[in-house]
T-cell receptor
Framework: DTEVTQTPKHLVMGMTNKKSLKCEQHMGHRAMYWYKQKAKKPPELMFVYSYEKLSINESVPSRFSPECPNSSLLNLHLHALQPEDSALYLC?????????????FGPGTRLTVL | KQEVTQIPAALSVPEGENLVLNCSFTDSAIYNLQWFRQDPGKGLTSLLLIQSSQREQTSGRLNASLDKSSGRSTLYIAASQPGDSATYLCAVRTSYAGKSTFGDGTTLTVKP
């Protein structure tokens, strides 16, 4: 099973709302990633977790707060977002951070901030 | 800083043609290169992964090659089908810490 699942598929939120995105994998992978993708652009890395510890934060604004409660789950907590944060949010996983490992992506959450 | 370029940005071909998509990168010190397919509004589907020590990988009608010294990879699609229509992205892993650099993609349209 090479599946990464993400919920919800779509999310509409106001600028004062708090919401969370969820990502799950059952491949035994120990590295998990959050990416943001704007229309007609490649994915941009936001965060990397390795063995449930934050490894990389690509200078992401604090209104995005990642959490890795266990090796299978990755959350992205959203608060006080701006309309320009509207995008497709992609989760990915890999065996670990060894350079040769393949990344597997989830289907994404389409976020619209009003 | 690694820069990844994909040419052409868009490609339209009739069904049945063989085609080549190109990916070039500026820093040859890479761990691997991965080709993805993305349908509109969907996630990325991994097509092929080439390790830095490999020259090519094949899966069905797809063949990817890697020439590290020249900073190039090609994705060859044989006997193209309308279902191959999508955006194809290459991603280069140059960091042990988990970072990959993506190209902007090639949007392929295969006409019946």
């Amino acid at each position: 099973d090479t599946e990464v699942t993400q919920t919800p598929k779509h999310l509409v939120m106001g600028m004062t709302n708090k919401k969370s995105l969820k990502c799950e994998q059952h491949m035994g992978h120990r590295a998990m990633y959050w990416y943001k993708q704007k229309a007609k652009k490649p994915p941009e890395l936001m965060f990397v977790y390795s063995y449930e510890k934050l490894s990389i934060n690509e200078s992401v604004p604090s209104r995005f707060s990642p959490e890795c409660p266990n090796s299978s789950l990755l959350n992205l907590h959203l608060h006080a977002l701006q309309p320009e944060d509207s995008a497709l949010y992609l989760c990915a996983s890999s065996q670990d951070l060894q350079g040769g490992n393949e990344q597997f992506f989830g289907p994404g959450t389409r976020l619209t901030v009003l | 800083k690694q820069e990844v370029t994909q040419i052409p940005a868009a490609l339209s071909v009739p069904e049945g043609e063989n085609l080549v998509l190109n990916c070039s990168f500026t820093d040859s010190a890479i761990y691997n290169l991965q080709w993805f397919r993305q349908d509109p509004g969907k996630g990325l589907t991994s097509l092929l992964l080439i390790q830095s020590s490999q020259r090519e990988q094949t899966s069905g009608r797809l063949n990817a090659s890697l020439d590290k010294s020249s900073g190039r990879s090609t994705l060859y699609i044989a006997a193209s089908q309308p279902g191959d229509s999508a955006t194809y992205l290459c991603a280069v892993r140059t960091s042990y810490a988990g970072k990959s650099t993506f190209g902007d993609g090639t949007t392929l349209t295969v006409k019946p």
